[in-house]
């Protein structure tokens, strides 16, 4: 996201695979949409959890050799930070709801129903979450990773605003009885939508690793669905092609 003073990477992972060491795990099915070389300066970057397919090591090594940004994450991932190369001063964990300013941003840590784990630490060390952040200009909503919560969004609308983008999943969802505490299917997606009264959405979250049993179309299929289930304009939420850019 670029801001007139500010660009902010979210969750970065330029590996081809989606676990330990970069070549572990998932392997990328879709290259990313801007080349790692290519990438204006980044001057913050926010680390929504400790997944692989969201905390990737050694893309984050190369931010903090290149680009030395502003690392904002919830509790607990901050060592995880400084394995990779991240000074301590330049590393701020947060818990939900607290907030830190940057150059014209307030950025907020915003609830999240998910969970944490990788190799090191134990399973659910560290805190996940998703992140607000309020401009003068704009104010973007990122859910994170999360399960559908019927509180959750409304309450972010109630206490930072409707934002004019946000940014939500709609893939990684199947099967239900496992994958609904943590994932959002389309359906659910659109309803955080409308809970966060947001004046438009982009799908994030799938299409790039393989990380789930439905297709790699069904979250485009699912969405377009939920979207004329009820009424809404396409164009209020969208998934955009890699590597494409959209203008708020």
């Given at each position: 996201m670029r801001f007139p003073?500010?660009?902010v990477l979210i969750d970065p992972i330029y590996s081809e695979c989606a676990g330990p060491f970069g070549r572990l795990g998932p392997k990328r099915v879709h290259p990313p949409g801007i080349r790692f070389a290519d990438l204006p300066r980044i001057d913050v970057v926010l680390l929504s959890h400790d997944h692989y397919d969201h905390c990737?090591?050694?893309?984050?090594?190369?931010?903090?050799?290149?680009?030395?940004?502003?690392?904002?994450t919830p509790l607990g991932n901050g060592q995880l930070l400084r394995r990779a190369g991240f000074p301590t001063d330049r590393i701020i964990e947060l818990d939900w709801w607290q907030s830190w300013a940057h150059a014209e941003l307030d950025i907020t840590l915003t609830p999240a129903r998910h969970w944490s784990?990788?190799?090191?630490?134990?399973?659910?060390?560290?805190?996940?979450g998703g992140f607000y952040?309020?401009?003068?200009?704009?104010?973007?909503?990122?859910?994170?990773?999360?399960?559908?919560?019927?509180?959750?969004?409304?309450?972010v609308q109630r206490r930072l605003g409707a934002p004019d983008l946000a940014l939500i999943p709609i893939?990684?969802?199947?099967?239900?009885?496992?994958?609904?505490?943590?994932?959002?299917?389309?359906?659910?997606?659109?309803?955080?939508?409308?809970?966060?009264?947001?004046?438009?959405?982009?799908?994030?979250?799938?299409?790039?690793?393989?990380?789930?049993?439905e297709g790699r179309e069904d979250p485009l299929v699912g969405l377009a669905a939920a979207l004329a289930g009820q009424a809404i304009p396409k164009n209020q939420f969208q998934a955009i092609e890699p590597g494409e850019t959209l203008n708020i």
């Open positions: 003073k500010v660009n990737d090591l050694p893309t984050l090594r190369r931010l903090a050799a290149e680009h030395s940004p502003i690392a904002i784990n990788r190799l090191s630490g134990p399973r659910n060390g560290r805190l996940w952040l309020n401009s003068s200009k704009r104010r973007v909503a990122y859910t994170g990773d999360t399960g559908y919560d019927s509180d959750y969004f409304t309450e893939g990684a969802y199947e099967p239900r009885w496992f994958m609904a505490p943590q994932h959002c299917n389309p359906a659910e997606a659109v309803q955080i939508h409308r809970d966060l009264s947001a004046g438009k959405s982009v799908a994030m979250h799938w299409g790039t690793f393989q990380l789930t049993d």
